[in-house]
């Protein structure tokens, strides 16, 4: 098969790969496309230290069940499917359900660096973290249900319902998939702030109002996009600004969720907190019912999901396609690699 693999930080390559055999209970699935995650990309820079040379990255992605294990419980062959790329041992299952990305000896496709993932034409993976798409879906759309599946955990973890004012701090790929999220829940209220042009007409497509983060009346801006202080807000960024933007923007009482990394470290003004009676709260990854939910939703092919999607590449572009996005090209949504094209 071919994949593309990290040759050195900085580098990607396409090289040809012995084609994956699915062991006892794993499913073997064909895949059709990949998306460029952030992480992927501070991987290829090497700036998060969760990458290694050698590695062929991808999690973010969807394909067809080409054949399954001995004893494997999964969909049949042929049927369009996604994965759940976090892996909790059969030991750990039970007692981490519902909580799937906490247990202490999980294993993420795309991030272990000994597991051969999907930015490759085929992977293996247990059959438990296979989830059946919609034939009647464009199947492209299957890549999106990874990043749809972290906001869709953030917006859980922040509280949202439905009838409150949401600000979302960073409109780019996991702010989009934020924005999706909150319409799903049923929320209408949505400000979003973002620095690129590109990115904040791209989400006014997906039905939010978009907000120059850069602008000196930038605070008094969401104010007016929601009638008032946000209840709630989505730090897709995760920097001191944005932090420090989501505490002074939400109301008295309200919650802020961190769902970006952008800094490891962060200083607070923990008055906005205490005094003011805010919560800040982590977010990571999703569960496995995240993922079903936003699967599921996914599968009813919405047409502003098609938005989240800026181009779709041939494997053979995958090379130039990470050089160009680590280096800051202008591209407002998602890229996907097409494990199933040529060129």
């Known amino acids: 098969m071919r994949a593309l693999r990290l040759a050195a930080f900085g580098r990607m390559e396409v090289v040809d790969l012995p084609d994956p055999r699915p062991g006892p209970g794993e499913v073997l699935l064909r895949i059709a496309a990949t998306g460029v995650c952030g992480s992927d990309l501070h991987g290829f820079t090497g700036e998060n230290g969760r990458r290694a040379p050698g590695q062929v990255m991808g999690h973010e992605s969807v ?9 494997a419980d999964g969909p049949a062959v042929g049927t369009a499917a996604t994965f759940n790329p976090v892996v909790v041992p059969e030991e750990e299952a039970d007692a981490y359900a519902g909580r799937e990305q906490l247990a202490p000896n999980k294993r993420v496709v795309g991030v272990a660096p000994d597991i051969v993932a999907s930015f490759a034409q085929y992977v293996a993976v247990p059959a438990r973290n296979v989830v059946p798409l ?8 299957g890549a999106l249900v990874e990043p749809l599946a972290v906001a869709v955990h ?14 979302v701090l960073g409109g780019g790929p996991i702010g989009q998939s934020a924005v999706l999220a909150l319409r799903m829940l049923g929320v209408t209220r ?9 990115r904040r ?7 939010a109002t978009a907000v ?8 008094e801006a969401v104010a007016r996009v929601l009638g008032g202080a946000a209840d709630r807000a989505i730090d897709a960024v995760g920097v001191e600004d944005t932090v420090r933007s989501a505490l002074r923007a939400t109301r008295i009482g309200g919650t802020v969720c961190l769902v970006g990394m952008g800094a ?3 200083p607070l003004d923990a008055f906005l907190l205490s005094t003011q009676e805010r919560a800040l709260v982590g977010s990571f990854t999703y569960t496995a019912q995240d993922f079903a939910d936003a ?28 050089a160009a996005l680590a280096a800051g090209d202008d591209t407002p949504g998602k890229v996907l690699i097409r494990l199933d094209e040529e060129g």
């Not at 919609?134 to 759309?141: K, Q, R, S, V």
């Not at 953030?154 to 600000?167: K, S």
């Not at 007409?201 to 039905?207: H, I, K, Q, S, Y």
């Not at 120059?212 to 605070?219: I, M, Q, R, S």
């Open 154 to 167: 953030a917006v859980r973890r922040a509280g949202v319902r439905p009838g409150d004012a949401v600000l």
């Open 201 to 207: 007409a791209l989400v006014e497509r997906l039905g």
């Open 63 to 71: 394909g067809t069940v080409a054949a399954l294990g001995p004893d």
């Open 264 to 266: 490891p470290t962060l």
């Open 134 to 141: 919609p034939d009647t879906m464009p199947l492209e759309l």
């Open 190 to 198: 949505i400000a979003v702030t973002e620095v690129l042009p590109s």
């Open 295 to 322: 699967a599921a939703w996914i599968g009813t092919a919405p047409p502003e999901a098609h938005e989240l999607i800026s181009r779709q590449v041939p494997l053979s572009r995958g090379p130039e396609e990470f």
């Open 212 to 219: 120059d983060a850069l602008a000196d009346d930038a605070g």
